[in-house]
């Protein structure tokens, strides 16, 4: 049972062991890394999903933005006629103190407007940040997914909050313009009804 021969068997043997250790060593390493690939594969889809929604409500604030910016030059135009119809008042509704004039209605919601659009600007600029770092965060990137969500959901209530409000300013500009419209026409009336030689 000694020689040579036996040396080598051992030899051999011990080779094989610890070739079987290596091998379940890396085998475990395969695994391993099979899973952080997977783990890497997950976030990067939950990144770039948060991305797009973040695309959206980007989107979506810069088209609130146009939006308001357009109704303001449009009530910039119309103060100016309500000025001249203003002017034709009745003295009774004039001296009303609870009488609101078409631009004091006007100018009221255009403030309520602007001011609730830039509390929603702000706050979806806030949430926006806190996406990026959510999407920044080293680990996991899932965990904060919905905390993210919630805030996405967040900001298109408040953008579709100030998507009304810029409805009701378009309807208060529309009632303007169909009094000033109404007004001008019993101007042009009043006027007709002086010109000498008029039925």
């Keep these: 049972s000694f020689g040579p021969e036996t040396e080598v068997q051992k030899i051999i043997q011990g080779w094989h062991l610890d070739l079987q250790a290596q091998s379940q060593v890396y085998t ?23 991305q797009q929604q973040m695309s ?8 609130a933005k146009q939006r308001l910016d357009r109704l303001g030059r449009e009530q910039e135009e119309l103060n ?8 034709g008042l009745d003295a009774s ?5 609870s009488f609101a004039s078409p631009t004091e209605q006007a100018l009221r919601a255009a403030g309520l407007v602007r001011d609730e659009f830039e509390g929603v600007d702000a706050r979806v600029s806030s949430m926006v940040q806190d996406i990026r770092t959510a999407r920044d965060m ?10 993210v969500e919630m805030k996405l959901s967040e900001g298109f209530e408040l953008l579709q909050g100030i998507d009304l409000k810029a409805d009701e300013l ?14 001008a026409r019993s101007r042009r009336a009043e006027q007709d009804s002086h010109v000498p030689g008029a039925p």
Aim: charged share 20%; net charge negative; aromatic share 10%.
């Design 28 to 50: 475990r390493q395969v695994e391993a890394m099979s899973e952080w690939d997977h783990v890497v594969f997950k976030n990067n889809e939950c990144i770039f999903g948060v």
């Design 56 to 63: 959206v409500v980007s989107r979506l604030q810069d088209d």
């Design 80 to 87: 100016q006629l309500l000025r001249w119809f203003e002017e």
């Design 93 to 97: 509704q004039a001296s009303n103190p």
């Design 138 to 147: 080293s680990g996991d990137a899932c965990d904060p997914m919905v905390q």
């Design 170 to 183: 378009a309807s208060t500009i529309a009632w303007c313009e169909s009094h000033l419209q109404y007004h």
